[in-house]
């Protein structure tokens, strides 16, 4: 296991279209976040998974995205209705529960690119 | 509530020179504060992080940051900046105000190493 997947790297899709993103994390990370991020701005926070609940959803979610992770590995995130303003990088990160010196914390993926034209 | 303050926009500095890339922060809890690094269309690479210990951090490429507790601020150096250094650097702090313990970032420095 080398790291956090993603895919797709890159995605055009016509508003008012569905698409879906996966994320793999790494194996023994219990914890998975995704994040989006726009044009010149830093990453923002979307939602959380522990094992598969999701506990906690950003205000920046709205009824247009949802988020799973079924078996508590891989997760998935679903916006329904694309609008040109859902375009951005979205981001999938994987943490332990605990954080310590000897582990990075957090690890991203490469993210994917959406574009709603 | 968290935040995290990253005061340039855009930082140039010559091949083989010093670079610092400023961060401060505020925060609830404990300050657990990162640096990540994002080339073009790329997702973020861990730097460093501090938790505890030493204020003094070592990280990856040649990296290092300075807690500092008074000035809240945790400034990313390298003694000697590379031409390939050049990316955009991203400060974060743990967000203690949600369960999820996400991270928070700033906005983003573009650091751009001149030949």
């Known amino acids: 296991d080398t790291g956090v997947s993603q895919d797709p790297r890159h995605k055009i899709t016509k508003r008012g279209q569905n698409v879906t993103f996966r994320c793999d994390p790494i194996?023994?990370?219990?914890?998975l976040y995704w994040y989006r991020q726009t044009l010149g701005q830093g990453p923002e926070f979307l939602t959380y998974f522990q094992n598969e609940a999701q506990l906690e959803k950003s205000r920046l979610l709205s009824d247009r995205f949802s988020a799973e992770r079924p078996k508590g590995s891989f997760s998935t995130l679903e916006i329904q209705r694309t609008e040109q303003g859902d375009s951005a990088m979205y981001l999938c990160?994987?943490?332990?529960?605990?954080?310590?010196?000897?582990?990075?914390?957090?690890?991203f993926g490469s993210g994917t690119r959406l574009t709603v034209v | 509530a968290q935040s995290v303050a990253q005061p340039e926009d855009q930082v140039n500095v010559a091949e083989g020179n010093p670079l610092t890339v400023k961060c401060t922060y505020s925060?609830?809890?404990?300050?657990?504060l990162f640096w990540y690094v994002q080339y073009p269309n790329r997702g973020l690479q861990f730097l460093l992080k501090y938790i505890t210990g030493d204020n003094l951090v070592k990280g990856s490429y040649g990296f290092e940051a300075e807690f500092n507790k008074s000035q809240t601020s945790f400034h990313l150096k390298k003694p000697s900046a590379l031409v390939s250094d050049s990316a955009l650097y991203f400060c974060?702090?743990?967000?203690w105000g949600t369960g999820a313990n996400n991270l928070f970032f700033g906005t983003g420095t573009r650091l751009t190493v001149i030949p």
């Open positions: 974060a702090v743990r967000d």
């Open positions: 990160a994987s943490s332990p529960t605990g954080f310590s010196p000897s582990n990075y914390g957090y690890t």
């Open positions: 925060v609830s809890g404990n300050p657990y």
């Open positions: 194996s023994e990370h219990n914890r």
